[in-house]
């Protein structure tokens, strides 16, 4: 990776007024980095377009980005839950595809269960039976997966319509997030900042600040297929993980605690292999969740530093997609339950294993497991993370 690895994109982040902070207003710090002119785009003639997609059944306009760089590659971004609607790159012959799934409305982003695309929270992954202690203090949040609580909560930040302006190269959406909602502690603002470059690198930051102490774990959820959105199934894709330990769990996908070695397992990805090799193994987490969907330890951890964490690649288009990320670890989902998602943009319904989502984030349930990386934010302080996919062909 480019010299960007040693930093994060977090200048220029905006800042807004708003009443609803009840009174009291957060306002995100604006960091200043040693970014090149090539890093944050100056320069570069990135062509932004901007229309009216659609709108939430209650009247909120639903908008949608465009971000073209000069080699005619480009991303689509929505304010609905600051998702990732496209992101359409070359594959070994030159030839444009759209490599992530999505919808072929605007509306049906509202409320999808598959969470397609878009940044879940306040707390990404599940918290267990909907409960945790802060500052000895319980909070119950909404339970919506079996006995936990997942991504936020029905009404969580995947669902709710974000404020967004453009910036050179990209473009930022903000949320607030008042007292109280979906049972959290704290007034919280929310920045979700995407840079899409000449390289075909979409770089994501998210940042956020609150009043109260509360809990916080941000991520993306985009399904990729490097084949082609609606091109059949992921399960010839072949990944490999920066993560020699994984977090095994019980039947409801809660971490009991301790991470293992994925020496032996299936779990194993240290060495790249098809998603599909060991996918139907007579292995616990595989039977829980009917394919892949876990958290796996990065190797080499240390906050504020971004590292290697996948490679995904495709031999049939030759497409490959490298993330790295601040994160501690990785849930891979394998789009188990797929057939179940509105209809496709492509125009068909997609299948089970049709995409996989590799979702940089803090460990599942972490509020609750005091030796898993602190998901506690307090006032003072900045959650500050970074997420980059970049693509190229091999």
């Known amino acids: 990776m480019k010299d960007f ?3 994060l994109v977090v200048s220029g982040l905006f800042l807004f007024s708003q009443s609803a902070l009840c009174n009291e207003q957060i306002a995100l710090k604006a960091q200043n980095s040693e970014i090149s002119a090539n890093q944050n ?23 949608l980005y465009t971000l073209k760089n000069a080699k005619g590659a480009y991303v689509q971004l929505s304010n609905i839950g600051a998702a990732i609607v496209s992101i359409v790159v070359p594959d070994k012959d030159g030839v444009l595809g759209d490599v992530v799934l999505g919808y072929s409305s605007a509306e049906s982003y509202v409320g999808d269960g598959p969470c397609c695309g878009k940044v879940p ?37 995947h669902n709710q319509v974000w404020e967004s302006r453009e910036h050179e190269g990209g473009v ?29 690198e979409l770089r994501l930051t998210l940042m956020g600040e609150c009043d109260k102490p509360t809990v916080l774990n941000l991520t993306n959820h985009a399904y990729f ?15 490999q993980l920066n993560a020699s330990e994984w977090l095994p769990t019980d039947k409801s996908l809660v971490p009991f605690g301790e991470s293992e070695s994925v020496a032996g397992t299936p779990m194993d990805f240290v060495n790249s292999k098809p998603i599909g090799q060991d996918i139907k193994a007579d292995f616990p987490a595989l039977k829980y969740a009917n394919g892949y969907d876990s958290c796996w330890v990065i190797d080499g951890y240390e906050p504020g530093q971004i590292q290697s964490c996948a490679e995904l690649y495709s031999p049939a288009s030759g497409r490959v997609m490298e993330v790295y990320t601040t994160q501690p670890g990785v849930q891979v989902y394998t789009g188990n339950w797929l057939s179940s998602s509105p209809m496709g ?50």
């Open 172 to 200: 930022e959406f903000l949320y607030y997030s008042e007292d109280g909602e979906m049972g959290y502690p704290g007034n919280l603002k929310v920045v979700a900042r995407y840079d899409w470059s000449e390289d075909c």
């Open 225 to 239: 297929n490097l084949n082609g959105e609606g091109n059949g199934t992921i399960l010839d894709h072949e990944l």
């Open 5 to 7: 690895l040693n930093i």
């Open 345 to 394: 943009k492509s125009g068909h319904k997609y299948v089970n294993y049709g995409g996989v989502a590799i979702e940089c984030q803090n460990f599942p349930d972490a509020p609750n497991k005091p030796e898993f990386p602190t998901a506690v934010l307090r006032p003072g302080e900045v959650y500050e993370q970074a997420i980059i996919f970049a693509f190229s062909v091999r």
């Open 121 to 157: 929270g306040r707390y990404a992954n599940r918290i267990a039976n909907g409960k945790f202690t802060l500052d000895e203090v319980e909070y119950t949040l909404p339970i919506n997966n079996g006995p936990n609580h997942l991504h936020g909560g029905p009404e969580g930040f």
């Open 41 to 63: 785009n100056n320069g570069i003639d990135m062509d932004i377009q901007k229309e009216l997609w659609g709108k939430t059944p209650d009247g909120k306009e639903i908008l």
